[in-house]
């Protein structure tokens, strides 16, 4: 059974980091691209970022480029998303997805549409 489960969030105040993981089972990593989506109250999910299956292609809002990086460790099952230079409008519930039917290895996309497989969320605020 597909299950992806996400891990550290939590309370950092503005201009901090946090390192998101979404440690994957049931399934090989390197055959799935990988997005993680965020949703505020009141808001729609967004995508936030992607990583191809390969690895080699990667995706970002505009709102996070330059401060977050996707990265996938195949052989831990793991991706992960380094947010640094953390700002109120960050806050929100973070969930990782994974994309189980057929797409090009080496591209991914932010549609939250485009992911069958979800993980549960983690909440991430950013208050002084």
């Known amino acids: 059974q597909l299950q992806l489960v996400e891990s550290g969030g939590g309370l950092v105040q503005p201009g901090g980091s946090l390192r998101l993981s979404c440690a994957v089972s049931g399934f090989t990593l390197d055959y799935y691209p990988i997005g993680w989506f965020r949703q505020a109250p009141g808001k729609q999910r967004e995508g936030v970022s992607c990583?191809?299956?390969?690895?080699?292609?990667?995706n970002y809002a505009d709102s996070v480029k330059g401060r977050f990086t996707i990265s996938r460790d195949n052989a831990n099952n793991t991706v992960y998303l380094q947010m640094n230079s953390l700002q109120p409008e960050d806050s929100a519930i973070y969930y990782c997805?994974?994309?189980?039917?057929?797409?090009?290895?080496?591209?991914?996309?932010?549609?939250?549409?485009?992911?069958?497989?979800w993980g549960q969320g983690i909440q991430v605020t950013v208050s002084s």
């Open positions: 990583i191809s299956s390969s690895g080699t292609g990667t």
């Open positions: 997805a994974a994309r189980s039917t057929p797409y090009s290895p080496y591209s991914c996309t932010l549609r939250p549409g485009q992911y069958e497989n």
